[in-house]
């Protein structure tokens, strides 16, 4: 998420009152999770496990709860809750602003739109050309759509990312501060649920296609012309490259990477990186000639028992 204007080391420092290491004036464009951190971003790291990770990231400035020695050419705010003090930034460079009408005054809406009944666009929202968006579609503030879209009843883009810190008394929410963009040639089914990023931009490729009931997970990356098949769950921050096909009821993990043209069939669960070109099937899922195999197998232990018994 980058500010509308570039602030200081000493703005930002004194908006958390947080204390800083650095110059006074050293510059600070925004402000990003670890995997899309940018130069010029401020990052948070709040346990020692990822101190070094943060510390050695692309970020200029580490937001971080203790004293370390600041890496050559960034800077540090030290603060008592990282976690805390990156909401502050969130709420305070993209605060929430109450719509007052089905249709903001801010949105853009492209030649031959259609905006069926009972449709909500919030504020700043881009819609191109020769789309069609359904009844009882809601599109939060800054989503932006392209040409030759179509997005069927019900579906919800823009919603708050699923992100909490356990604390001792309660889930503590991490504020969304990022967005949605979906590419030109796009169809979303009914009823699917797409999260905007925490900083960054959840995206859905040219193409792509989505059966009814998809969720797909804050800053997730969907390729160009997948196939995404109903009750899908796509957790955030994952990668789906092009050309890819997820069956019904396939459930993705956060943090993953499913490589081009790769295949999952229903009810898989994945739970790490997946190659490309490769057919995946099973809980966990693997390599669908693999999985058979092991199935073959598993079939035959009780005849393998019956033929113990009777020796």
Same mark, same amino acid.
């Given at each position: 998420m980058?500010f509308?204007?570039?602030?200081?080391?000493?703005?930002?420092a004194?908006?958390?009152?947080?204390?800083?290491? #650095?110059?006074?004036d050293?510059?600070?464009?925004?402000?990003?999770?670890?995997h899309? +951190? $940018?130069e /010029? %971003?401020? *990052?948070?790291?709040?346990?020692?496990?990822y101190?070094?990770?943060?510390?050695e990231?692309?970020?200029?400035?580490?937001?971080?709860?203790?004293?370390?020695d600041?890496p050559e050419g960034?800077?540090?705010?030290?603060?008592?809750?990282?976690f805390?003090?990156f909401n502050?930034?969130?709420a305070?460079?993209s605060?929430?602003?109450?719509?007052?009408?089905?249709?903001?005054n801010?949105?853009?809406?492209?030649?031959?739109?259609?905006?069926?009944?009972?449709v909500?666009l919030?504020?700043d929202?881009?819609? #191109?050309?020769n789309?069609?968006?359904?009844?009882?579609?809601?599109?939060?503030?800054? +989503? $932006?759509i /392209? %040409?030759? *879209?179509?997005?069927?009843?019900g579906?919800?883009?823009?919603?708050?990312a699923?992100y909490?810190?356990?604390?001792?008394t309660?889930?503590d929410k991490l504020?969304?501060?990022?967005?949605?963009?979906?590419e030109?040639?796009v169809?979303?089914g009914a009823?699917?649920?797409i999260d905007?990023?925490?900083?960054?931009?959840?995206i859905?490729?040219?193409?792509?296609k989505?059966?009814?009931?998809?969720?797909i997970?804050?800053d997730?990356i969907?390729?160009?012309?997948c196939?995404i098949?109903?009750?899908t769950g796509?957790?955030?921050?994952?990668?789906v490259e092009d050309?890819v096909?997820?069956?019904g009821?396939?459930?993705?993990?956060?943090?993953l990477?499913?490589?081009?043209?790769?295949?999952?069939?229903a009810?898989?669960?994945i739970?790490?990186?997946?190659k490309p070109?490769t057919?995946?099937?099973?809980?966990?899922a693997?390599?669908?000639?693999?999985?058979?195999?092991?199935?073959?197998?598993?079939?035959r232990?009780?005849?393998?028992?019956?033929?113990?018994k009777?020796?």
């Amino acid at each position: 998420m980058k500010f509308p204007h570039s602030q200081s080391l000493k703005q930002i420092a004194e908006l958390i009152k947080a204390d800083f290491v #650095g110059e006074p004036d050293f510059k600070i464009l925004g402000i990003n999770e670890i995997h899309v +951190v $940018e130069e /010029g %971003d401020i *990052v948070f790291v709040d346990h020692p496990k990822y101190y070094d990770k943060a510390l050695e990231s692309k970020a200029s400035v580490v937001l971080i709860n203790k004293k370390v020695d600041c890496p050559e050419g960034k800077a540090l705010l030290i603060s008592e809750d990282p976690f805390t003090d990156f909401n502050k930034l969130t709420a305070h460079f993209s605060p929430f602003k109450a719509s007052s009408q089905a249709v903001s005054n801010s949105a853009k809406i492209g030649e031959n739109t259609i905006l069926q009944p009972n449709v909500f666009l919030g504020n700043d929202v881009k819609i #191109g050309n020769n789309c069609i968006i359904h009844s009882n579609v809601s599109i939060y503030d800054g +989503v $932006e759509i /392209g %040409d030759n *879209v179509q997005i069927h009843a019900g579906t919800i883009l823009g919603a708050d990312a699923f992100y909490y810190k356990n604390r001792p008394t309660h889930h503590d929410k991490l504020f969304s501060g990022g967005s949605v963009k979906i590419e030109n040639n796009v169809e979303i089914g009914a009823l699917c649920t797409i999260d905007k990023g925490v900083s960054g931009i959840t995206i859905i490729g040219e193409g792509t296609k989505l059966d009814n009931q998809v969720q797909i997970g804050h800053d997730t990356i969907i390729g160009k012309k997948c196939l995404i098949a109903s009750q899908t769950g796509i957790a955030g921050c994952v990668i789906v490259e092009d050309e890819v096909t997820i069956w019904g009821q396939v459930g993705i993990a956060s943090g993953l990477k499913i490589g081009s043209k790769a295949i999952i069939f229903a009810q898989s669960g994945i739970s790490k990186d997946l190659k490309p070109n490769t057919t995946y099937f099973g809980t966990p899922a693997d390599d669908i000639k693999k999985k058979y195999r092991e199935l073959a197998y598993i079939n035959r232990i009780p005849d393998i028992i019956q033929k113990l018994k009777n020796l």
